[in-house]
Nanobody, 126 residues
Framework: QVQLVESGGGLVQAGGSLRLSCAASGRTFSRYAMGWFRQAPGKEREFVAAITWSGSRSYYADSVKGRFTISRDNAKNTVYLQTNSLKPEDTAVYYC???????????????????WGQGTQVTVSS
């Protein structure tokens, strides 16, 4: 069982930055692939970024590539999403998720994730 708690969201002007954090409970955090997703009002949840167990590889949605960076600290059971050059279209609730896997892979499909956090709101004003 893994519990995930996101933090770091807020209101920021376009061009600004936020660092989102996701703290995980459980002793096997280092064996979970992690991901960030977001959901804007009236839209489906969409993939943002994912990272492997070890943090050696990551993958991004085209819409955030070059602006967002996912990272993890397995000693602290925490995954991060650094968001830079924010745009109004980045406004959404951001969720982190954990997927138990048997290999060191990135996972981009929401249905393959086993655990989800409650989300943190990011609002970007123009």
């Amino acid at each position: 069982q893994v519990q995930l708690v996101e933090s770091g969201g807020g209101l920021v002007q376009a061009g600004g930055s936020l660092r989102l954090s996701c703290a995980a409970s459980g002793r096997t955090f280092s064996r979970y692939a992690m991901g960030w997703f977001r959901q804007a009002p009236g839209k489906e949840r969409e993939f943002v970024a994912a990272i492997t167990w070890s943090g050696s590889r990551s993958y991004y949605a085209d819409s955030v590539k070059g602006r967002f960076t996912i990272s993890r600290d397995n000693a602290k059971n925490t995954v991060y999403l650094q968001t830079n050059s924010l745009k109004p279209e980045d406004t959404a609730v951001y969720y982190c998720a954990a997927a138990g896997t048997s290999a060191n892979v990135v996972i981009t499909t929401p249905r393959l994730y086993d655990y989800w956090g409650q989300g943190t709101q990011v609002t970007v004003s123009s």
